[in-house]
């Protein structure tokens, strides 16, 4: 498969916008924000940013949310895509409109929306090929919307089970990096499990669970630095020497020998071709 010319970068929800009403506005928490890395990677302040809020139940709320952000952050071409339906998907006005964007981003909500409307469709199609042979095309996604670029995609499922067969619901995502499986708000909410269980079911994929406020640049298809306040979990099941999981009932504990787990914060990268982290020393932050 050819490296991907254009740039992933899924987001653990929550991102820091810099416009929190207890912050100050200033310059440098603005630009440590998450939101600032997407800017820069499409290209700066005048890049042409559509927000699709698809997953989101307030979609107009949403929108206007990351308006104000994208505001604050000094960019002034920042339109919001809201596909209701999939025929809206089809729409030429909305085709349009993401031909012409330097970066798509995704909110958060309900990741099954993503698929259900824009999955298959001709957008979905331009968005998989200008990811593919556009270099400096973007697409970003926060919550659901990074857990939708995925090919098997975790729809959904209790925390609250643990590693239990059947606390993980799977759909197929966007397909835009078959190789991941991303959960997101992955601390706060207890995800280990479920994430655990999706590459019980996968073996071969890479399960990424983002905490809020954290995300990952992904380049070629491949190369992933971490960005934002928080921490990435890695699963590779590739060594697993006990994998229980087809032949158990719904409901049973599950067991797994020799998952590897990584844990990687600011500037921490992960090669995914190759399984392998490299950690940034502790005198040189990434910003």
């Not at 606390?167 to 706060?188: C, E, Q, S, W």
């Not at 890695?234 to 719904?250: A, I, M, Q, R, Y």
């Amino acid at each position: 498969m050819q490296m991907a010319k254009g740039t992933l970068i899924p987001i653990g929800g929550n991102e820091d916008k810099g416009i929190e009403d207890h912050e100050q506005y200033t310059l440098e928490f603005i630009e440590e924000g998450i939101l600032y890395h997407v800017v820069k990677e499409a290209g700066g302040t005048n890049a042409k940013i559509v927000v699709i809020p698809t997953a989101s139940s307030i979609p107009e709320e949403v929108g206007e949310n990351y308006l104000e952000a994208f505001s604050t952050l000094g960019c002034k071409n920042v339109t919001i895509l809201d596909i209701k339906t999939k025929e809206d998907s089809e729409k030429e006005e909305a085709i349009a409109t993401v031909k012409s964007a330097n970066c798509i981003m995704f909110s958060g909500g309900d990741q099954s929306k993503i698929t259900d409307k824009i999955g298959g469709t001709t957008i979905h199609n331009i968005l998989k090929d200008r990811y593919q042979n556009e270099e400096g095309f973007v697409i970003a996604g926060t919550s659901a919307g990074a857990m939708a670029m995925s090919d098997e995609m975790i729809a959904g499922g209790s925390a609250s089970e643990a590693f239990v067969k059947g606390a993980v619901v799977m759909y197929k995502g966007l397909g835009l990096i078959p190789n991941l499986v991303i959960d997101t708000h992955f601390i706060r909410r207890g995800r280990f499990g479920r994430q655990s269980e999706a590459i019980a079911k996968h073996p071969n994929l890479i399960g990424f669970g983002l905490a809020e406020d954290t995300g990952i640049i992904i380049k070629n298809g491949n190369d992933c630095t971490v960005i934002g306040s928080g921490m990435i979990i890695v699963f590779d099941g590739s060594k697993l020497t006990h994998n229980n999981e087809k032949v158990l009932p719904e409901g049973t504990p599950m067991t797994m020998a020799n998952l590897t787990v990584h844990v990687l914060s600011n500037g921490d990268q992960y090669d995914i071709k190759n399984r392998k982290v490299t950690v940034l020393p502790i005198e040189a932050p990434f910003i």
